[in-house]
C-alpha cells in the first residue's frame, strides 16, 4: 500500500518520518485488527487518517471502522486530503497541539 500512497500521505510522512513529533514516533500504514491507518503511534494509540475524495463514498464503512476501533481505545486525528496538500506543516502543528492537550509528556 505505501506504494500507492496519495500525495497528502507522503507530504505528511515526509513532515513527520524523521523528526519525532513531540517525541513521539508515528508508523506508516500500520494494520489495526483488520483495517489498517495511514499513520499510528503505538505510545498514545492515535491513529491519524486523510480522508480524500474516496472516503466520501465510504463514509458509513469509515464511521463503523473507527467505532470499532475506537472500542479498542484507538483515538483519532482526521485530515481532509486538500488540507494536508496546502499545509502539510500545519497539520503537524494540529497533531503537536493534540499529542500537548491529551498527555503529560
Given at each position: 500500500?505505501?506504494?500507492?500512497?496519495?500525495?497528502?500521505?507522503?507530504?505528511?510522512?515526509?513532515?513527520?518520518?524523521?523528526?519525532?513529533?513531540?517525541?513521539?514516533?508515528?508508523?506508516?500504514?500500520?494494520?489495526?485488527?483488520?483495517?489498517?491507518?495511514?499513520?499510528?503511534?503505538?505510545?498514545?494509540?492515535?491513529?491519524?487518517?486523510?480522508?480524500?475524495?474516496?472516503?466520501?463514498?465510504?463514509?458509513?464503512?469509515?464511521?463503523?471502522?473507527?467505532?470499532?476501533?475506537?472500542?479498542?481505545?484507538?483515538?483519532?486525528?482526521?485530515?481532509?486530503?486538500?488540507?494536508?496538500?496546502?499545509?502539510?506543516?500545519?497539520?503537524?502543528?494540529?497533531?503537536?497541539?493534540?499529542i500537548k492537550e491529551n498527555t503529560q509528556k
Amino acid at each position: 500500500m505505501r506504494n500507492n500512497s496519495t500525495l497528502s500521505e507522503v507530504l505528511l510522512w515526509k513532515c513527520i518520518q524523521k523528526k519525532k513529533v513531540n517525541g513521539y514516533t508515528f508508523l506508516r500504514q500500520k494494520p489495526l485488527l483488520n483495517y489498517i491507518v495511514d499513520f499510528y503511534c503505538p505510545e498514545l494509540n492515535v491513529a491519524i487518517e486523510i480522508d480524500g475524495s474516496v472516503h466520501e463514498y465510504a463514509e458509513a464503512k469509515d464511521q463503523k471502522r473507527q467505532k470499532e476501533l475506537e472500542q479498542h481505545r484507538v483515538r483519532f486525528i482526521r485530515f481532509l486530503d486538500h488540507d494536508i496538500r496546502k499545509n502539510p506543516d500545519g497539520a503537524v502543528q494540529v497533531i503537536e497541539k493534540w499529542i500537548k492537550e491529551n498527555t503529560q509528556k
